[in-house]
């Protein structure tokens, strides 16, 4: 639509239609894939628990994957997805010190021969099969007991912040559509930064 | 500042030569990034950042280059527009070639792309899919026969024999794994080919899903850390009343051979599908690097063509800027010798040019001073001589003349320079017998004389000394000659003057002494032998003695007169009423044959004098006068008078002029020369007394005959008025 309005507006005032076109040209390789729903992946259920002195934690992510990326999938691109978690205490002036981080990586592939989903959970290096995708991404999005850090390694007198997010991994993706997806196109799946204070 | 600029390009072409390489070795890297995403896949985003950078690099240089040529430009700087020709030639070279290959580049690559990608291939590739599925599904059901078959042996077994039996029956079907699950999830019993692995692996909810519905289920599945398994889930359905229902899973490894052509298939199979489905993006960054490489090189075309130029022009606008110093007159410009090419050799050549120009000009200006120092020397000389100098070019010529030269001859001949001597001769009469025997001596090719020559002006005869000599003939004079003269005439008059002054003492000393004794010895004669004599001796005696006494009386006067004009008294200077004086004098004329007619200009003049000899000088004029109309019955004297300013100073003009028969030409060259007269009677003293009295006076007298050739003699003293004169 841009496209088409810049071209008007061209035509109006009369101006070289080359320029035009070249400018068209430029705009149509911004919106190169058809506008679809955008890939999502939203934060539930967080909670920490404190067991055995060592803060557990469990969430629910409900990643949604758009048209672009089930049929990139479908097609035998590989996604990686990945989960970032960072305990941080809040400082008054500087920026907020990072007391632990994590990082949860998972590797979603079709198979077309027994057309099936296999998740590579790349922490434990083990893989699982599921028939459907959302079995896949419910596998990938259930996080339980995943040991946080030690409760020694805290200072009692300080707050802390656990904060999650999830992302695709685009420098996984094949090498012709990183830079769209570092344009910020469908082949993005970002979450914000999901924070919530640490608590037994 | 061109040499700024020489100086700078140098410094500037390392780092760029730097850039290049970074920007061609990313290049490169990023085009096997796009080719081959394993290898330097995980670079691909960073090289794409580092090319940006670099072009954006090169932009800003060629923008800062742009802006200096434009500001160049403008300034009308030396080789701004040659700097812009040749880069305009240089970036439309490098553009139009770059340009064509590049669009053929862009449907090579679209072509060739989408060539690679055939629909048949497609269907043929999903063809031999299928067929891998389904022999993968005759070996899955062969498998699921054989695992009902076991389950169907192990509900034959009691609950006890399981475990043994299960070895046997694993054993027997040559699977990996059997295990036995209770209804509660529970392991009954397992057997493993790994030994080491006790807990079997549990069967997955969606193999357990079709069990809930009687059936069983088959699949490939992959078991952790084992790749792809064939898993077998059937129920184990006992015919003994009131046993618990089991669960069998069996795990067969895939066969090698077909689990290789399998994943052979399948990998084939996803790859081409992978690239069918990015190859979109994959022509979009095959473009994207492709139009990298085309910008990256028209940028460092345009760049290089910019350095080059730059490079190239600035010695010639260094040059142009030499070449611009030395037309203005600046010939200390050395331009720095930056290349051994023609240009340097140019540059070269143009110092040595200035350096001998400014040689010469030094040399020349040298010579010009030394030249210049000697004209003022010999102006100098020149100008401090009482001689006249004039020097005459070969062709006639004046060529120059000094300031005694203008005062001998009271002529200012310096407007004069460059005339030839007849056209001076023919403006100034007075110089005349100079110059046409400078001219006839010329003529008659004689350069060196000495002569004497006699100019007439209305002040009198001037006689000049006049020498003449060659002047040499050089390079840079053609001869010529130089004429110095001086007015000798004072000299000669003096000499004159002398001699009169002489004979006056002579005859005073030598007649006067015995014409007393004359006289007395006559008189006595007279009285003694008068009274003696008879009559008619006695008449002779009478008149013999009487004209001895008159003529001694007679010589006495002459010798007196003499004497007075030898005799040179002391003035007695007072202050003296010029008109006042005259007046009293022409007073005692009235009863004579001459009429006197004053005609005088007020106020009067007051000149420093001896009133006695200005009155002498009165009454020698007013006799000269009285004799000169001494025939005529209205003879008449008319004074005159005027007011002069001069230089600065006032003079009075007194002009006497009488209606007598003038002087005749042979009188009037040496009217004031004692002994000079036209009248029969008189010393011939008069003139020359009345001369001798202005001298003493510092008064100028001349004569000169009017037009009605009555006499008139002019007098001028110096004065001051007696009132306010304006």
Same mark, same amino acid.
């Given at each position: 639509?841009?496209?088409?309005?810049?071209?008007?507006?061209?035509?109006?005032?009369?101006? *070289?239609?080359?320029?035009?076109?070249?400018?068209?040209?430029?705009? *149509?390789?911004?919106? &190169?894939?058809?506008?679809?729903?955008?890939?999502?992946?939203?934060?539930?259920?967080?909670?920490?628990?404190?067991?055995?002195?060592?803060?557990?934690?469990?969430?629910?992510?409900?990643?949604?994957?758009?048209?672009?990326?089930?049929?990139?999938?479908?097609?035998?691109?590989?996604?990686?997805?990945?989960?970032?978690?960072?305990?941080?205490?809040?400082?008054?002036? &500087?920026?907020?010190?990072?007391?632990?981080?994590?990082? $949860?990586?998972?590797?979603? $592939?079709?198979?077309?021969?027994?057309?099936?989903?296999?998740?590579?959970?790349?922490?434990?290096?083990?893989?699982?099969?599921?028939?459907?995708?959302?079995?896949?991404?419910?596998?990938?999005?259930?996080?339980?007991?995943?040991?946080?850090?030690?409760?020694?390694?805290?200072?009692?007198?300080?707050?802390?912040?656990?904060?999650?997010?999830?992302?695709?991994?685009?420098? *996984?993706?094949?090498?012709?559509?990183?830079?769209?997806?570092?344009?910020?196109?469908?082949?993005?799946?970002?979450?914000?930064?999901?924070?919530?204070?640490?608590?037994? | 500042?061109?040499?700024?600029?020489?100086?700078?390009?140098?410094?500037?072409?390392?780092?760029?030569?730097?850039?290049?390489?970074?920007?061609?070795?990313?290049?490169?890297?990023?085009?096997?990034?796009?080719?081959?995403?394993?290898?330097?896949?995980?670079?691909?985003?960073?090289?794409?950042?580092?090319?940006?950078?670099?072009?954006?690099?090169?932009?800003?240089?060629?923008?800062?280059?742009?802006?200096?040529?434009?500001?160049?430009?403008?300034? /009308?700087?030396?080789?701004?527009?040659?700097?812009?020709?040749?880069?305009?030639?240089?970036?439309?070279?490098?553009? @139009?070639?770059?340009?064509?290959?590049?669009?053929? !580049?862009?449907?090579?690559?679209?072509?060739?792309?989408?060539?690679?990608?055939? @629909? +048949?291939?497609?269907?043929?590739?999903?063809?031999?899919?299928?067929?891998?599925?389904?022999?993968?599904?005759?070996?899955?059901?062969?498998?699921?026969?054989?695992?009902?078959?076991?389950?169907?042996?192990?509900?034959?077994?009691?609950?006890?024999?399981?475990?043994?039996?299960?070895?046997?029956?694993?054993? #027997?079907?040559?699977?990996?794994?059997?295990?036995?699950?209770?209804?509660?999830?529970?392991?009954?019993?397992?057997?493993?080919?790994?030994?080491?692995?006790?807990?079997?692996?549990?069967?997955?909810?969606?193999?357990?899903?079709?069990?809930? +519905?009687?059936?069983?289920?088959?699949?490939?599945?992959?078991?952790?850390?084992?790749?792809?398994?064939?898993?077998?889930?059937?129920?184990? !359905?006992?015919?003994?009343?009131?046993?618990?229902?089991?669960?069998? %899973?069996?795990?067969?490894?895939?066969?090698?051979?077909?689990?290789?052509?399998?994943?052979?298939?399948?990998?084939?199979?996803?790859?081409?599908?992978?690239?069918?489905?990015?190859?979109?993006?994959?022509?979009?960054?095959?473009?994207?690097?492709?139009?990298?490489?085309?910008?990256?090189?028209?940028?460092?075309?345009?760049?290089?063509?910019?350095?080059?130029?730059? /490079?190239?022009?600035?010695?010639?606008?260094?040059?142009?800027?030499?070449?611009?110093?030395?037309?203005?007159?600046?010939?200390?410009?050395?331009?720095?010798?930056?290349?051994?090419?023609?240009?340097?050799?140019?540059?070269? !050549?143009?110092?040595?040019?200035?350096?001998?120009?400014?040689?010469?000009?030094?040399?020349?200006?040298?010579? +010009?001073?030394?030249?210049?120092?000697?004209?003022?020397?010999?102006?100098?000389?020149?100008?401090?001589?009482?001689?006249?100098?004039?020097?005459?070019?070969?062709?006639?010529?004046?060529?120059?003349?000094?300031?005694?030269?203008?005062?001998?001859?009271?002529?200012?001949?310096?407007? %004069?320079?460059?005339? /030839?001597?007849?056209?001076?001769?023919?403006?100034?009469?007075?110089?005349?017998?100079?110059?046409?025997?400078?001219?006839?001596?010329?003529?008659?090719?004689?350069?060196?004389?000495?002569?004497?020559?006699?100019?007439?002006?209305?002040?009198?005869?001037? @006689?000049?000394?006049? #020498?003449?000599?060659?002047?040499?003939?050089?390079?840079?004079?053609?001869?010529?000659?130089?004429?110095?003269?001086?007015?000798?005439?004072?000299?000669?008059?003096?000499?004159?003057?002398?001699?009169?002054?002489?004979?006056?003492? /002579?005859?005073?000393?030598?007649?006067?002494?015995?014409?007393?004794?004359?006289?007395?010895?006559?008189?006595?004669?007279?009285?003694?032998?008068?009274?003696?004599?008879?009559?008619?001796?006695?008449?002779?005696?009478?008149?013999?003695? #009487?004209?001895?006494?008159?003529?001694?009386?007679?010589?006495?006067?002459?010798?007196?007169?003499?004497?007075?004009?030898?005799?040179?008294?002391?003035?007695?200077?007072?202050?003296?009423?010029?008109?006042?004086?005259?007046?009293?004098?022409?007073?005692?004329?009235?009863?004579?044959?001459?009429?006197?007619?004053?005609?005088?200009?007020?106020?009067?003049?007051?000149?420093?004098?001896?009133?006695?000899?200005?009155?002498?000088?009165?009454?020698?004029?007013?006799?000269?006068?009285?004799?000169?109309?001494?025939?005529?019955?209205?003879?008449?004297? @008319?004074?005159?008078?005027?007011?002069?300013?001069?230089?600065?100073?006032?003079?009075?003009?007194?002009?006497?002029?009488?209606?007598?028969?003038?002087?005749?030409?042979?009188?009037?060259?040496?009217?004031?020369?004692?002994?000079?007269?036209?009248?029969?009677?008189?010393?011939?003293?008069?003139?020359?007394?009345?001369?001798?009295?202005?001298?003493?006076?510092?008064?100028?007298?001349?004569?000169?005959?009017?037009?009605?050739?009555?006499?008139?003699?002019?007098?001028?003293?110096?004065?001051?008025?007696?009132?306010?004169?304006?």
């Amino acid at each position: 639509m841009i496209a088409y309005l810049t071209q008007s507006a061209d035509r109006i005032r009369g101006h *070289s239609t080359r320029r035009g076109y070249l400018l068209l040209v430029l705009v *149509s390789l911004c919106f &190169l894939a058809p506008p679809t729903l955008a890939s999502d992946a939203q934060i539930r259920n967080v909670r920490t628990l404190l067991s055995d002195g060592v803060y557990r934690l469990g969430a629910r992510i409900d990643f949604t994957l758009n048209d672009t990326l089930q049929q990139a999938l479908q097609n035998g691109v590989p996604l990686v997805l990945e989960l970032r978690i960072e305990v941080i205490r809040e400082r008054d002036w &500087l920026w907020a010190e990072r007391a632990a981080h994590l990082r $949860q990586r998972f590797g979603l $592939q079709f198979h077309a021969l027994t057309r099936r989903y296999l998740v590579d959970n790349y922490s434990t290096d083990v893989q699982y099969s599921f028939l459907e995708l959302e079995e896949a991404l419910d596998y990938i999005g259930n996080i339980y007991d995943l040991p946080l850090i030690d409760a020694n390694l805290l200072k009692p007198q300080y707050t802390y912040w656990v904060r999650m997010r999830a992302d695709l991994d685009i420098e *996984s993706l094949p090498t012709p559509v990183r830079l769209w997806a570092y344009l910020g196109s469908d082949w993005s799946l970002q979450s914000d930064w999901h924070q919530w204070p640490l608590q037994p | 500042m061109a040499i700024a600029t020489v100086t700078r390009s140098r410094l500037g072409i390392l780092p760029m030569l730097v850039l290049f390489c970074i920007l061609l070795v990313s290049l490169s890297l990023m085009s096997d990034a796009t080719h081959n995403s394993e290898r330097f896949g995980q670079l691909y985003s960073w090289l794409l950042l580092i090319n940006a950078i670099g072009l954006v690099v090169l932009v800003g240089l060629i923008g800062s280059n742009l802006y200096w040529l434009v500001s160049q430009y403008r300034a /009308r700087a030396p080789g701004a527009k040659l700097t812009s020709r040749l880069v305009i030639t240089f970036v439309v070279l490098a553009v @139009v070639p770059v340009a064509v290959v590049y669009y053929f !580049s862009l449907q090579f690559l679209q072509r060739g792309i989408d060539s690679w990608f055939d @629909v +048949q291939i497609e269907q043929a590739l999903d063809d031999a899919l299928e067929l891998s599925r389904g022999s993968l599904d005759v070996r899955l059901s062969d498998l699921l026969k054989l695992t009902e078959k076991i389950a169907s042996e192990l509900a034959e077994m009691t609950p006890a024999l399981v475990p043994i039996g299960l070895y046997d029956l694993r054993v #027997r079907s040559t699977a990996v794994e059997l295990a036995v699950f209770g209804m509660d999830g529970r392991i009954v019993a397992s057997s493993s080919v790994e030994g080491t692995n006790i807990v079997p692996h549990r069967p997955p909810d969606q193999a357990l899903l079709p069990l809930e +519905q009687g059936r069983s289920y088959v699949g490939l599945d992959p078991i952790s850390d084992a790749g792809l398994h064939v898993r077998a889930v059937v129920p184990v !359905s006992s015919s003994k009343p009131g046993a618990e229902p089991l669960t069998l %899973q069996a795990l067969f490894e895939v066969p090698e051979r077909l689990s290789t052509l399998a994943e052979n298939v399948e990998n084939q199979i996803v790859r081409y599908k992978k690239l069918a489905y990015l190859r979109t993006f994959l022509k979009y960054s095959y473009m994207l690097t492709l139009s990298m490489v085309l910008v990256l090189s028209l940028l460092s075309a345009v760049w290089a063509a910019f350095f080059s130029a730059r /490079r190239m022009v600035a010695p010639i606008a260094v040059l142009a800027e030499g070449t611009r110093a030395v037309a203005e007159g600046d010939y200390s410009t050395r331009l720095p010798v930056t290349s051994e090419d023609e240009l340097g050799f140019l540059v070269r !050549s143009f110092n040595d040019m200035t350096r001998r120009l400014s040689k010469a000009r030094d040399q020349a200006r040298r010579s +010009q001073q030394r030249v210049e120092g000697q004209r003022a020397y010999l102006e100098t000389v020149l100008g401090s001589l009482s001689s006249g100098v004039l020097s005459i070019s070969d062709t006639g010529e004046l060529r120059t003349v000094n300031e005694a030269a203008c005062q001998v001859v009271g002529i200012d001949l310096s407007g %004069q320079l460059g005339c /030839r001597l007849s056209e001076i001769s023919a403006r100034h009469e007075f110089l005349e017998p100079l110059l046409s025997l400078v001219d006839a001596r010329r003529a008659e090719q004689l350069l060196d004389w000495q002569e004497q020559v006699l100019l007439f002006d209305s002040a009198g005869r001037r @006689v000049l000394m006049c #020498r003449s000599a060659a002047l040499p003939v050089s390079d840079e004079s053609s001869g010529g000659q130089v004429v110095v003269f001086d007015d000798v005439t004072d000299l000669i008059r003096a000499q004159r003057d002398a001699a009169w002054g002489e004979v006056a003492r /002579r005859l005073a000393h030598e007649i006067k002494n015995p014409l007393t004794p004359i006289q007395l010895s006559a008189e006595r004669l007279r009285r003694k032998y008068l009274k003696t004599m008879p009559g008619e001796e006695a008449e002779i005696m009478d008149r013999a003695t #009487r004209t001895i006494v008159q003529q001694v009386e007679t010589l006495k006067e002459m010798v007196n007169a003499f004497g007075e004009y030898a005799r040179a008294p002391k003035l007695q200077l007072e202050r003296v009423d010029l008109y006042e004086l005259l007046r009293d004098t022409a007073a005692l004329y009235e009863g004579s044959t001459l009429r006197i007619d004053l005609d005088l200009v007020e106020p009067s003049p007051l000149l420093n004098g001896d009133a006695g000899r200005l009155r002498q000088l009165l009454h020698n004029l007013f006799k000269n006068a009285l004799e000169a109309v001494r025939d005529r019955e209205d003879g008449q004297l @008319v004074i005159r008078s005027r007011w002069v300013l001069e230089a600065g100073d006032r003079f009075i003009d007194l002009s006497f002029a009488d209606n007598g028969g003038g002087f005749s030409d042979e009188v009037l060259e040496r009217l004031f020369e004692p002994y000079v007269t036209t009248k029969t009677r008189g010393t011939g003293l008069g003139l020359a007394i009345v001369k001798k009295i202005v001298e003493e006076h510092n008064g100028q007298i001349r004569a000169q005959n009017t037009e009605q050739h009555h006499a008139c003699i002019e007098l001028r003293f110096h004065a001051e008025a007696q009132t306010g004169l304006t």
